[in-house]
């Protein structure tokens, strides 16, 4: 699990380093490594946009510069990730090679520029691509310095949604629904093209969804997605594969934060290791804590990925340079967000960029080292000191993982579904509804996983599926059987509604046995037409939509909650089901955050998942929990100010051993790292 990159099995402290901006001028070179050591850095990223200079006409490639690089490096005790060049093309290649640049889905091709302006189908782009990986694996790939293969860089990050629109891709789209469907008739099923009579009747009538074409028809529309993601993902794979010719070292490729276009569950398999660029929107907001929130999600989404520790491959050491207001982060709060991430799993902090760039789009997003004043700044120093406890804490945090007994259900494919409907509400908002059901867990301390449609459900004692909407084929059935088996699951409002072809269930919920409830139609109020729900003698607010259930008679289903108002009033608004051994909740309204807080505390304590802190944490703290050997807790204080915080137990603070117990005052933006007491 944790022996992924065995030459240097230790937290890795770097970042992006791009030294072909800088191979005019060999002083910042020498420089560079005299203040990695400064900074302890350990490990760095390079040849991420590389191509022109790895390859500065077609078929003359030049490696000696880098291996100068890794070797200096490797000479000073750095180790190199080491990329592969794709992630923006060359100047000769889009002149002499049309094809392969995106064509937009108003049909007209891309000029070069921008970054990922390559269309993933291109067979063209493909044999380049493989050429100059073979070239960089066999003139690297073994070199005792490199560590890590960097699979590309951020794939899909093109500024739009991923897709190219070109012939080349809309026969492949065909080829792959031919392999997907067999025939037209079962497609023109699957995505019910008697509507508007759009009836197929050749395959080469089918065209990617675009805004002056086809776009009414939902099973198009996510089937579109499918593809544009497994292309991709197939592309990816080609990569891998073309480095690997040369080369056994482990591969990974860094992926983005709730980035739609990419089934990030189904990239995974391919991959040694997860890796994602981290960049939130710090001091945006009255305080801290959504924020924290949401990050914490998507680190837990990568560790999820593969149910091991991830790299933090990118983050920002101060700002960045692309929204609307850069904010810098303030003190202390850079060690926190770093330590946040080990916390939930990651074994890496690393940065973009080591160097700010002297031209360019970022030549003013953050970096190490900025263009004046070396090592002498407050980043710098900051930097420095986290890199030195990561130095202190790694022997104890390295060989561990989180193990959590709870689980959210987070589906791309229904993600893309319920996104896409015309129904109750034009922004269904699912992201949203999952970090308002994942807030309560990182509120009380309690780690969890995200798990898609396809992963197995044992293991977990309690599993939440919010907004549901659409079933794949055997869901239904593996449900069934956790909660029979003893599992603890609960589901929302608008959940299965639709199959994986986007066509609505007919008949009754595939779950109704499960949950022993009928559905029957949803409002959606505006505003001014507020509701509540009453549980445990409390008025709870609603949100906007609200599902109209009834109990189904003679199945033993309790009414834990119901409407207070509106015609609807006294109907079922949470239900719970006992099943086999397990049980079943159908929370049929979109609520605020202090029922789910409830809600979610009293489950807590039913399934046994409560942690020693559940219940203790005040405002902005968090807790999370790595295990192996010994378990270390991550006790992290978001709020700008001082907070107390009584532990429940005595402990051992993580480098020095000394003990800890009781009160605690947490400083601002602090991270207090703690093993048991010997």
Avoid at 148 to 169: Q, T
Avoid at 444 to 450: H, K, L, N, Q, Y
Avoid at 538 to 551: A, F, M, N, Q
Avoid at 614 to 619: A, N
Wanted: negative net charge.
């Amino acid at each position: 699990m944790n022996e992924v990159i065995k030459k240097y099995p230790r937290l890795l402290h770097g970042g992006d380093y791009n030294p072909e901006q800088w191979l005019d001028s060999p002083q910042v070179l020498e420089e560079d490594v005299r203040l990695m050591k400064e900074a302890h850095v350990n490990c760095v990223s390079l040849g991420i946009f590389s191509w022109a200079r790895l390859e500065p006409e077609e078929g003359e490639f030049h490696f000696g510069w880098l291996r100068r690089i890794i070797d200096r490096l490797y000479e000073n005790g750095i180790y190199t990730i080491l990329a592969t060049p794709t992630g923006a093309m060359p100047h000769w290649m889009t002149a002499k090679y049309e094809e392969v640049r995106q064509m937009s889905p108003e049909g007209v091709r891309n000029l070069p520029g921008r970054r990922h302006n390559f269309c993933y189908t291109s067979p063209v782009m493909r044999k380049k691509m493989k050429k100059i990986n073979h070239e960089l694996s066999r003139h690297l790939g073994d070199h005792p310095g490199v560590i890590l293969w960097h699979i590309s860089n951020e794939y899909g990050g093109n500024g739009s949604d991923a897709s190219c629109h070109c012939p080349c891709c809309q026969q492949a789209f065909r080829e792959w629904l031919k392999e997907k469907y067999k025939t037209l008739d079962n497609l023109n099923h699957a995505w019910w093209t008697t509507f508007w009579s759009h009836t197929y009747t050749d395959w080469s009538q089918i065209h990617s969804p675009v805004p002056n074409g086809e776009s009414s028809l939902h099973g198009l529309n996510l089937d579109w997605k499918r593809f544009v993601s497994h292309q991709i993902q197939d592309f990816c794979l080609e990569e891998i594969k073309a480095v690997l010719k040369y080369s056994v070292l482990p591969v990974t490729t860094n992926m983005m934060e709730y980035f739609k276009p990419l089934d990030y569950f189904r990239f995974a398999p391919q991959l040694s290791i997860i890796s994602w660029d981290n960049y939130p929107e710090w001091h945006s907001q009255e305080d801290e804590i959504n924020v924290a929130v949401r990050t914490a999600a998507w680190h837990t989404m990568m560790r999820s990925l593969k149910k091991a520790p991830f790299l933090m491959m990118e983050s920002t050491p101060s700002i960045v340079n692309w929204k609307a207001v850069n904010t810098q982060k303030r003190p202390g709060l850079h060690e926190l967000s770093s330590l946040q991430a080990i916390a939930c799993g990651s074994n890496s902090v690393q940065y973009f960029q080591w160097r700010k760039s002297r031209g360019s789009a970022e030549k003013f997003h953050g970096a190490v080292v900025d263009h004046r004043n070396g090592s002498d700044t407050r980043v710098f120093r900051e930097v420095s000191a986290l890199g030195s406890r990561m130095e202190q804490i790694s022997d104890t945090v390295y060989a561990t993982c989180n193990r959590p007994k709870a689980a959210l259900v987070f589906d791309w494919e229904n993600w893309w579904a319920v996104e896409d409907i015309q129904g109750p509400r034009k922004e269904m908002g699912y992201t949203d509804t999952i970090l308002a059901h994942f807030k309560p867990f990182w509120e009380m301390g309690i780690d969890v996983d995200f798990v898609n449609e396809d992963c197995g459900l044992e293991g977990y004692r309690l599993v939440a599926a919010p907004l549901n909407y659409l079933y794949k084929k055997g869901y239904a059935k593996k449900v069934k059987d956790y909660v029979e088996a003893g599992g603890c699951y609960v589901t929302t409002y608008f959940s299965g509604m639709v199959d994986e072809t986007d066509l609505c269930i007919l008949d009754k919920h595939p779950l109704e046995e499960v949950l022993g409830i009928r559905t029957e139609e949803m409002d959606a109020a505006p505003a001014h037409r507020t509701n509540s729900i009453r549980y445990e003698g409390k008025s709870y607010p609603t949100g906007c939509l609200r599902e109209i259930s009834h109990v189904v008679p003679g199945g033993g289903t309790q009414v834990l909650a119901s409407y207070e108002a509106d015609y609807y009033a006294d109907f079922p608004a949470l239900t719970r089901k006992n099943y086999g051994s397990g049980k079943a909740y159908y929370l049929a309204c979109e609520t605020e955050e202090g029922f789910l807080r409830d809600f979610y505390a009293a489950l807590a304590e039913e399934t046994g998942i409560r942690t020693e802190f559940t219940g203790s944490l005040p405002h902005g703290v968090t807790v999370s929990r790595r295990e192996g050997a010994e378990a270390v807790w991550f006790v992290q204080n978001f709020n700008e100010t001082e907070t107390e915080i009584n532990l429940p137990g005595s402990y051992a603070r993580v480098p020095d051993g000394a003990p800890v117990k009781g009160r605690v005052t947490l400083k601002p933006f602090a991270c207090l790292i703690l093993k048991a007491a010997d």
